[in-house]
Each structure stands twice: as C-alpha cells, then as structure tokens.
C-alpha cells in the first residue's frame, strides 16, 4: 500500500509491520533455544561403583572433563552394533583380500578375526568367547582395537554407540545402565557406572594373509551382520592403499590435550601400568624386533612378530599380555598427556 | 507530503508492507509454478535438474555408490534387512533396507524413506528451475545466473545435512575446520534446505508478480509452434 502523501504511512501497516518483527524475534529465539540444547540426555552421575577398578579416569583428565566434552555426531546406535555376529572358518572367507587388515583374538582356545572392513561400519562386537560373553571395539578415528571382559555385576552386559566423541574417540554406552564408556579409557565418566573401568585385553593388529597363515583354523567374522552396509567402502580412508584419513591429516574432532612429537597419525603401541603409560612407536618396534622396558614398577617387552606383521608386549615376569593396543598418537596423547615416550 | 512521520514508524509500515508482499507472492505461487511448468522447455529442464538433484542426494549421504574398482563383482545381486526401514542413522537418514548391486560398479543401499526426503528435495529443486527458465524468458530478464545463485544454498545444504562423504570429500583439511560448524547444525539442515527452495519460490513469484503485465512471461508452450519467439503486446 503506497501511502498517501498527505497521511503519512498508515497506522495500521505499522502495527503489522511491529507484529512481524516481534513474530520473528520470538520464533528466532525459540528455534535457538531448540538448536543449543543439550540434546544428549545425559544419566544422571552418581559415585556407586561396581567389579573393574575404581579410579579416576587415570589419565590427564578428570571425568567430568571428559564428560564435558563429548560431541555428538550420530544418533544413538546410528553406527549399529554387531549383537549377532556370524563366523566362518577361514577357507570360506571368500569376502576378504589378503591384504585386508583383520583384529586377531586368541582367549580360551578360541581363535577369531575380525576384518576392519566390517568393524569399520559397526565398531563394536558384542561376542561370546568360549562362552564368555566379550565386547571387540574398533575406533575408525583414533585407530584403537580393544577387548572388553564383562562385569562380574553384569556378565552379559553389551555395548552399543552413542554416536558421540570423546577426544574423537567412540563413546560406547551399555545397555543394562546406559552409563557412557570412551573405549580407549575404558572407564565410565557418565551414569550409574562412572568411575567404573571396565578390564581390558588386547587383539592383534595384523592382515588376513598373516593371521591365517599364523593361525589356520581361526574363525573370522562375515558380513552377514543384519544390516546392509556397503562392506568392502570406508568412508574414511584405506588401509590398504594408505590414503585418506588413517594416512595424514589432523583429527577431524577436538581433543582435550595435543603434542607434535610425532605426526598425529602415526601408529604408537600404547601401554598402560597402574597409574602410568607409555607409547612406544610401532616403527621403533619393527625397527630394532624387541624393546625391552619398564614401567610403573613392571618390566615388559615389546616384541615384533614378522609372521603377524605386528607387535605385542608382554609382562617380563610371568609372560603374561600387558595392557596394551595400537593407537593413532594424538588419541593417546589426549587421553594419557603424562605418557612416557620411548622414542 | 507526509507530515514529520518518525523514521521508526515509516520503517515498521514498511515491513508492514513487506509482509503484505509475500503473503500475496505466497498466495500466488501455485499459479506461478503452475504456470512455469505447464511450457515444454522449463517443465523438461526442471525434471532434469531434479533428477541430478535426486541423484547427487542419494550419491552423497551413500546409498548410492560407485566402485571403479569393481568391488562388487562376487556380491550377490540383493540382500535385505527389512527391520531398518524406520530406523534413523542420523537427524534425516534412514537405514537401507535392501542393497541392489549391478554389476561390479555399481550398487544401490536402498533407503524407502530416505528416497522420499530426496524427492521432496528434487521436486522443489525442479519447481525452482522450471520458474527459473520460465521467467528468464522476459523483456527485462536479469542475467539467469542470479536466479540459480539462489536456489545453490539450498543445494549444499540439502547434502550437507546428511552426508559425511559430502565432508569428507572436503578432504580431511577441509574436513577439521567444517565439522565443529556443521555438526551442531545438522538437524537443522534438512529443514533449512527446505525452507530455503520454498522460500525461493515465493521470492522468484514475488519477482514476477512485480513486473508490469508488459512485461510478463509468456503464457504457455513458448516458444511459439514455428520456433520463433511469440509476440507478446500489440
């Protein structure tokens, strides 16, 4: 409406134009208010504790640090466990190349490999291990491969993904508590569990061409997994080509503590001991076969095996595995900033 | 002569008038759009735009993927989970129920739900185009691209809003400096996308509608059945 030019614009535009303007302020100000809530609903913390140890995170930050900065990026079970998994022995793998990376598992007699190329779409494997029931997780992001044993409170408890990051690690949750676990901590910093740490075992990173030759009658998990998924694509990057994420290239989430000691990605054995850890670099292992250590009053060895194409580390006094596992330097650094480094 | 009238007050009558504006764009833009795909050549360029549009939606959030290598040469030609079909990945995306693969290079995760958000998103893309070629064909046309740059945000924000590949081909530099924005926003995306293609429609018909009736488009099957432009006044 033009206005006429003896009345000046009319009273009734006005009103409609303070009536639009006070409309979208208060639409604006409540598609904000729906944009930064917290969406992730968080259990409540509590101190009870359960079997596992007790301790504080045992790394560079406290919990609730931690549990301020998780990130969501998915929604809950949007990256869909594996609950059951489905074995063949190894002549009829006829899905996976030679070169292929696979986690292998030796426990209580049974021996099973798990290919990357599955794990990368499910990272995490709810199991039962000679009739133990077992958690195998892989973090795509931070490079990490760990066994979980259950808790004595909760023998079959299973884990599934938050969809969120902690240091870009995979946040798991469980199911009998919804208590939030970043898998390389192994301890809970959220839920009825936090403060829980879950007790960890190693799997060996190796190829399907070496762990088969090493281990003949190992089972290896398929890509029968109940869900569709394009098995055999990354969406990150290839092992097998070294390119995209896993070769180069910062974190693509934030971390709560970094160092450029050594390319972010570069693949370090990380230990744990007590309270203490250490990262060795997995070259430095190939490189000189056996490094000798200690650590938090433990001697231990760092052994390269040329058949598995890997390293292992064991306790030097009975033998027995240490806590260790392959990890991308940054994610251990920013879970354990007071790490010794071998170098 | 308008009387001292304050600033303030000239300037909410103005947004008074604005809103005028777009309710009538609004009310109109049926008949536009209508009228934009009822002529051969903006109903044809938009069906196509849409399907690229469709296309490069499903290609980006990966339900539709293509092996250069030939990965797929052993798989078996279908395999279904039915059980996914509601449920959610991610804010807009839905898990495949049945994967298709032809041949070695190709293959399809086939999401019913996420084909229909596409759709919508398609469908709207196509309806922009199709005003797009239809109102270019005027006497005081502005260059064409003007129009095109309107509807590209829309573009990027529909693949942003499910599509990790979309980052990821970013490369991974790329890839750190945009997730921290985009990651708190993805819910809001897929909506924003479509509030944005509606919104160009009702912008691109307000356009019209202001033109004087010399200058309208064409009424429809321009151009006219000899191939040469129809005349319009006289």
């Known amino acids: ?343 | 002569m308008n009387r001292g009238t304050h600033p303030a007050v000239r300037a909410l009558a103005g947004i008074g008038d604005a809103w005028d504006g777009m309710v009538h764009a609004v009310r109109r833009t049926p008949i536009r759009v209508r009228e934009a795909v009822a002529g051969r050549l903006p109903r044809r360029i938009g069906v196509v735009a849409g399907a690229v549009m469709l296309l490069l939606y499903l290609v980006s959030i990966g339900d539709v993927a293509v092996s250069l290598s030939g990965r797929w040469a052993d798989a078996g030609a279908v395999q279904l989970a039915v059980d996914g079909l509601f449920r959610s990945r991610a804010p807009y995306l839905f898990e495949p129920v049945a994967a298709v693969y032809l041949g070695a290079h190709l293959a399809v995760f086939f999401s019913p739900v996420n084909l229909l958000l596409g759709l919508v998103i398609a469908v709207l893309v196509a309806a922009n185009i199709a005003m797009a070629v239809h109102a270019s064909h005027t006497a005081c046309a502005r260059p064409g691209y003007t129009r095109v740059l309107g509807v590209l945000p829309a573009f990027l924000l529909g693949f942003a809003c499910c599509a990790p590949t979309f980052v990821l081909a970013l490369g991974a530099g790329g890839a750190a400096a945009v997730l921290p924005v985009l990651l708190p926003l993805r819910p809001v995306f897929y909506p924003l996308a479509l509030l944005l293609l509606l919104g160009a429609l009702v912008w691109s018909t307000h356009r019209l509608e202001s033109l004087a009736p010399a200058d309208q488009p064409a009424p429809a099957d321009w151009p006219a059945a000899d191939g040469g432009p129809r005349h319009r006044s006289n």
């Not at chain 1, 939030?180 to 959220?190: C, D, K, M, N, S």
């Not at chain 1, 190829?207 to 694509?233: I, K, N, S």
């Not at chain 1, 054995?269 to 997995?282: D, E, F, M, T, Y």
């Open chain 1, 1 to 343: 409406m033009i206005p006429t030019p003896d009345r000046g614009p009319s009273r009734r535009q006005m009103l409609k134009g303070a009536a639009v303007l006070g409309g979208s302020a208060a639409l604006a100000g409540l598609l904000w208010q729906t944009a930064t809530d917290d969406d992730s609903a968080s259990p409540s913390a509590s101190d009870s504790g359960s079997s596992g140890t007790q301790d504080d995170g045992a790394g560079g930050s406290d919990l609730d640090t931690l549990a301020g900065a998780v990130v969501g990026v998915l929604g809950q079970d949007g990256i869909p466990a594996i609950d059951e998994p489905t074995f063949v022995p190894a002549s009829e793998a006829d899905f996976l190349a030679d070169d292929e990376p696979v986690f292998g598992l030796v426990r209580g007699g049974e021996v099973r490999a798990y290919p990357q190329l599955v794990l990368v779409w499910h990272e995490i494997v709810n199991d039962v291990v000679h009739g133990v029931r077992r958690v195998v997780t892989y973090c795509p992001l931070t490079g990490t491969v760990i066994g979980f044993e259950p808790l004595r409170e909760f023998p079959d408890i299973t884990f599934g993904t938050t969809g969120s990051l902690v240091n870009s690690n995979l946040l798991m949750y469980d199911r009998a508590t919804g208590s939030h676990w970043p898998q390389v901590l192994g301890t809970a910093i959220r839920g009825e569990l936090r403060g829980t740490r879950l007790d960890a075992f190693p799997l060996l990173w190796s190829t399907w061409a070496a762990w088969r030759a090493a281990h003949p009658d190992t089972q290896v998990l398929t890509t029968d997994t109940g869900f569709v998924r394009d098995y055999g694509g990354d969406p990150y990057g290839s092992y097998t080509d070294d390119n995209g994420y896993y070769a180069e290239g910062d974190p693509w989430f934030p971390v709560l503590n970094s160092d450029d000691r050594f390319d972010p990605k570069e693949v370090v054995v990380g230990v744990r001991s007590g309270n203490a850890q250490l990262a060795i670099p997995k070259e430095l292992i190939r490189e000189r076969g056996r490094v000798d250590t200690e650590l938090g009053g433990t001697r231990l060895r760092a052994t390269w095996h040329d058949a598995l194409d890997t390293a292992q580390v064991v306790r030097r006094d009975d033998g027995d595995p240490a806590d260790f596992l392959d990890a991308m330097w940054f994610a251990w650094y920013a879970f354990y900033p007071d790490t010794k480094v071998l170098a």
